[in-house]
T-cell receptor
Framework: DTAVSQTPKYLVTQMGNDKSIKCEQNLGHDTMYWYKQDSKKFLKIMFSYNNKELIINETVPNRFSPKSPDKAHLNLHINSLELGDSAVYFC????????????FGSGTRLTVV | DQQVKQNSPSLSVQEGRISILNCDYT??????FLWYKKYPAEGPTFLIS?????DKNEDGRFTVFLNKSAKHLSLHIVPSQPGDSAVYFC?????????????FGQGTTLQVKP
């Protein structure tokens, strides 16, 4: 029973398309995150929600829009995809309190062609 | 502006020997540090952490050392096993943010040879 699950695992799409990545956690955690791992392998935070409230919104193009219908779900919608959006996107969750660390999903590899 | 850096992209050690992975940071506000391990096609998994009030934390074969004056931390794995072969990420957070935001390094790929 996967703790943090992301779908799809792989996504290949053309420039200009709109796509969504879904994330669900069954750990009862209050906080969820989206991270992007770029070509240089750095994991960079994009967004964070705590109990459906946006608490972190890094400098990300507004083509990226997160949505959290409830505290167990955090989806990422991307409009007008560009070549530079190709990356691996990781969803993560954590209980309140940073010391607990994150539980990550297995990632979604997005390739824009 | 990378606040957390892992300057060695890769490390190769013999099974049974010690693996030492290094991490440097620049932000003096960081007060909590974590190491994550990542296998291919999987998400990173939490390994060990250390608070800035400590200089060492040990968990089985894994020990993390923190040198605050040098803004440097290291992960020691003793003895190294082939199953330890993975990418290791160092991460840091600042208590002032209280959002759980972690800043990650770019990872070091460890290969443990049988």
């Amino acid at each position: 029973d996967t703790a943090v699950s992301q779908t799809p695992k792989y996504l290949v799409t053309q420039m200009g398309n709109d796509k969504s990545i879904k994330c669900e956690q069954n750990l009862g955690h209050d906080t969820m995150y989206w991270y992007k791992q770029d070509s240089k392998k750095f994991l960079k935070i994009m967004f964070s929600y705590n109990n459906k409230e946006l608490i972190i919104n890094e400098t990300v193009p507004n083509r990226f829009s997160p949505k959290s219908p409830d505290k167990a779900h955090l989806n990422l919608h991307i409009n007008s995809l560009e070549l530079g959006d190709s990356a691996v996107y990781f969803c993560a969750s954590s209980p309140n309190g940073r010391q607990a660390g994150y539980t990550f999903g297995s990632g979604t590899r997005l390739t824009v062609v | 502006d990378q606040q957390v850096k892992q300057n060695s992209p890769s490390l190769s050690v013999q099974e049974g020997r010690i693996s030492i992975l290094n991490c440097d940071y620049t932000n003096s506000m960081f007060d909590y540090f974590l190491w994550y391990k990542k296998y291919p096609a999987e998400g990173p998994t939490f390994l060990i952490s250390i608070s800035s009030i400590k200089d060492k934390n040990e968990d089985g074969r894994f020990t993390v050392f923190l040198n605050k004056s040098a803004k440097h931390l290291s992960l020691h794995i003793v003895p190294s096993q082939p199953g330890d072969s993975a990418v290791y990420f160092c991460a840091a957070s600042a208590g002032s943010s209280n959002t759980g935001k972690l800043i990650f390094g770019q990872g070091t790929t460890l290969q443990v040879k049988p």
